[in-house]
């Protein structure tokens, strides 16, 4: 059992794996190393959910039919998928991750908790990064101040968030999101030293 302690650990990572709780800032965190570190890919996955306002197809995710994603999951062409807040199905296309690793390309995922266990299952030597909230409180305020879900919902999410943040101690390194440009570097000075700190 993690007793809370850490101590540093070399690996190297081509491939970091970053989930956390709803509305902790993930895609911002990936926009942000999107944006200053373009040698680093990060992976577009494929949602039954519709767009919310601003995201764009291709860009924040591949919007498609439960038809096509039924397909991908028969055609074993998702590294990982799951339903996430009981509604919209979430996957990683599988055949772009591998292409990148294959031309040693440094590769980010941002997915949520179910996806990234099955992503640990799958590709044992990718690095589980947990991208924290720094207080429950905060994380509330972030979730109400989207303003893209309503009361339904909203409360949806942060059950399943309690649930989230409960499975931090399954992961290799935490960062806390505080501030998204020092999050951002956190994230990205994994795949450059190829050293975390990971639970004892």
């Known amino acids: 059992m993690p007793d809370g302690s850490s101590q540093p650990v070399t690996r190297p990572s081509r491939l970091v794996v970053l989930a956390g709780p709803t509305a902790v800032g993930k895609g911002t965190v990936a926009a942000c190393v999107r944006r200053s570190h373009p040698e680093i890919w990060i992976s577009v996955s494929v949602t039954t959910r ?23 999951v028969a055609e074993d062409g998702l590294l990982e998928w799951a339903v996430v807040h009981r509604a919209a199905r979430y996957g990683t296309p599988r055949a772009p991750v591998e292409e990148r690793l294959n031309a040693g390309t440094p590769a980010l995922l941002e ?40 009361p339904e919902e909203r409360e949806r999410r942060l059950t399943t968030a309690r649930t989230e943040l409960a499975a931090e101690p399954e992961f290799d390194v935490t960062i806390v999101n505080t501030d998204v440009e020092t999050a951002c570097q956190e994230l990205v000075d994994l795949f450059r030293s190829g050293t975390s700190r990971v639970h004892s």
């Open 111 to 150: 997915i949520d908790l179910q996806g990234a266990r099955q992503v640990r299952e799958r590709m044992p030597g990718a690095l589980m990064c947990f991208l924290a909230p720094p207080s429950w409180e905060e994380l509330e305020r972030r979730l109400v101040g989207r303003g893209t879900e309503g």
């Open 50 to 72: 519709p767009a919310r306002p601003g995201e764009v197809d291709g860009v924040h995710y591949h919007f498609i039919t439960d038809e096509e994603f039924d397909r991908l």
